[in-house]
């Protein structure tokens, strides 16, 4: 017996939730960019988020340990009772917040963290209101549940930070998140407590509003900058606030995909829920190099700050030499977010206008060997992200091929 099967039937056809959602535009350029190595051009990448450092010796050794004593299991669904305790003890020591271990989650990074909790809170038309520039994650998280990113610009003017008049303004009925990132990627901008409070204040009046907040850079900041995290500031709101973190940035474990939370009891359990039925429980082993991560010594983060501050300072005043860009001081993470509106216009060597700063960051790839991310990719342009987590002879070579990119431009 034959089937008759008709053109198309038979094809692939991807579900709706996805069908406006691509892959990481920051990936592809780091894959344009590997592949052009790997032809043998001499391609600086500057778009990867991640620390150039190695993750510290006694992680590394907590990991191995945890191995040879045969803890290679799988552990507790959301966190081992180690590890919460770990985190439960990192909240009060840094951030003066008090957390049960049932308040507590652990995942697989921080990103889980977020799909877990929309995933278990937003439904069908929910809105999520996201200040831009944003992760890329942020949006298309949300719409693969269902929800309606909210996206609010917030340029250089604001310092790339949310006012509490533009969040009075985005709130309706529907609001059911606020998503902040404090430092930003991909801005490094930072809320200090009085950027915070105003916020805060506008929360209070709309007890239907929820606040997520990544402080996944915590320890990057700099200069006289004082971190701080919602919760510390407002504890009426601990109902109804998720703190995000991980160890990924600090401690260099990228890798290793670990994120954690702590928030509202109800709502840890309903994360447990999606996660059940997602990934189960993160890497036994790397919970237990998290472990020695938060409890371990943690005094050579202020000498990898200081290495970051050194590169931030290199590349902000190269940028802000180059005519047509105009580049914020970060206070924290280790990107740099230049606005690019100056050189919009210009007529590259072989006669090509460039409009947009997604053409500007394709001119720089194709004849500077330099890989930036446009802001276009985090909802915000004309501007342009470096991560400066590079070495500062890449990164000084870098900004001279820039320079003389920009001056080739008619």
């Not at 100056?342 to 700063?357: E, F, M, Q, S």
Request: aromatic letters at 8%; one cysteine or more.
């Amino acid at each position: 017996m034959t089937i008759d099967v008709k053109i198309g039937e038979a094809g692939f056809r991807p579900a709706s939730r996805i069908s406006s959602i691509g892959v990481s535009e920051i990936l592809q350029i780091g894959a344009r960019a590997a592949a052009m190595k790997r032809e043998g051009r001499p391609v600086i990448i500057l778009g990867a988020g991640e620390p150039d450092f190695e993750t510290p010796d006694h992680i590394k050794q907590a990991a191995w340990d945890a191995m040879q004593r045969g803890d290679t299991k799988y552990t507790a669904l959301d966190g081992t009772p180690a590890l919460k305790e770990a985190i439960r003890t990192k909240f009060q020591r840094e951030n003066h917040l008090s957390f049960d271990a049932s308040e507590i989650t652990v995942a697989t990074g921080a990103k889980q963290i977020l799909f877990n909790a929309m995933m278990a809170t937003v439904g069908a038309g929910d809105e999520v209101i996201i200040p831009t520039p944003y992760w890329t994650s942020y949006s298309d998280i949300v719409q693969i549940c269902e929800g309606k990113p909210i996206l609010v610009p917030c340029d250089a003017d604001s310092g790339f930070r949310l006012t509490a008049e533009k969040l009075e303004a985005a709130i309706t009925p529907r609001t059911r998140w606020l998503l902040l990132n404090s430092p930003s990627n991909p801005s490094g901008a930072a809320y200090s407590a009085e950027d915070y409070r105003p916020l805060l204040d506008v929360l209070l009046r709309h007890p239907h509003v929820w606040i997520m907040v990544d402080d996944m850079y915590e320890h990057i900041v700099y200069d006289d900058f004082r971190f701080v995290t919602p919760l510390q500031l407002e504890p009426r709101l601990r109902e109804r606030t998720l703190t995000i973190n991980g160890v990924s940035k600090a401690y260099a474990m990228t890798g290793w995909r670990i994120g954690y939370a702590g928030g509202p009891k109800a709502l840890i359990k309903a994360m447990a829920v999606v996660q059940s039925q997602a990934t189960s429980c993160p890497s036994s082993i790397s919970q237990a190099a998290a472990v020695a991560a938060l409890n371990g010594p943690q005094d050579f983060l202020a000498e990898r700050t200081e290495s970051f501050r050194r590169r931030r300072d290199l590349v902000v005043s190269g940028l802000n030499a180059i005519d047509g860009l105009d580049c914020r001081t970060p206070e924290g993470a280790f990107y740099t977010f230049s606005g690019c509106g100056g050189i919009l216009g210009r007529i590259t060597p072989d006669g090509r206008r460039i409009t947009t700063d997604r053409e500007f960051c394709a001119y720089l790839l194709e004849e500077a060997d330099v890989a930036v991310v446009p802001g276009s990719a985090f909802g915000l342009s004309p501007y342009f992200r470096i991560s400066y987590a590079s070495a500062e002879a890449d990164l000084r070579v870098a900004l001279e091929r820039i320079a003389a990119a920009c001056r080739r431009l008619g």
